[in-house]
Nanobody, 117 residues
């Protein structure tokens, strides 16, 4: 199983980035997909989740209205569109796949997002 994130980088405050996570080795449509983030010294926190059916999403309060999670089951890919970025969004962002039916949980390697002028 592989989850490969891309799209991170350096952006100015107020800018936008789109993260992608391509999955392989799993039946993607049966997994809830999430984005987490972590700052050194802090616990990893859930940023956004989209359920396997794609119809239900949930967001961390601090990103609601600025970030949008979406998935393309045909491409086995989940996205995180991040707008109006703030310095406090700086973190390593991780993709997560959770297969409730299987009791399986997978992580990507992470991608750095830095918001700075």
């Amino acid at each position: 199983v592989q989850l490969v994130e891309s799209g991170g980088g350096l952006v100015q405050p107020g800018g936008s980035l789109r993260l992608s996570c391509a999955a392989s080795g799993v039946t993607f449509s049966r997994y809830d997909m999430s984005w987490y983030r972590q700052v050194p010294g802090n616990e990893r926190e859930l940023v956004a989740r989209v359920l396997s059916d794609g119809g239900n999403t949930a967001y961390l309060g601090a990103v609601k209205g600025r970030f949008t999670i979406s998935r393309d089951n045909a491409k086995s890919t989940v996205y995180l569109q991040m707008n109006s970025l703030k310095s406090e969004d700086t973190a390593v962002y991780y993709c997560n796949a959770w297969g409730r039916a299987y009791g399986l949980n997978f992580w990507g390697q992470g991608t750095q997002v830095t918001v700075s002028s």
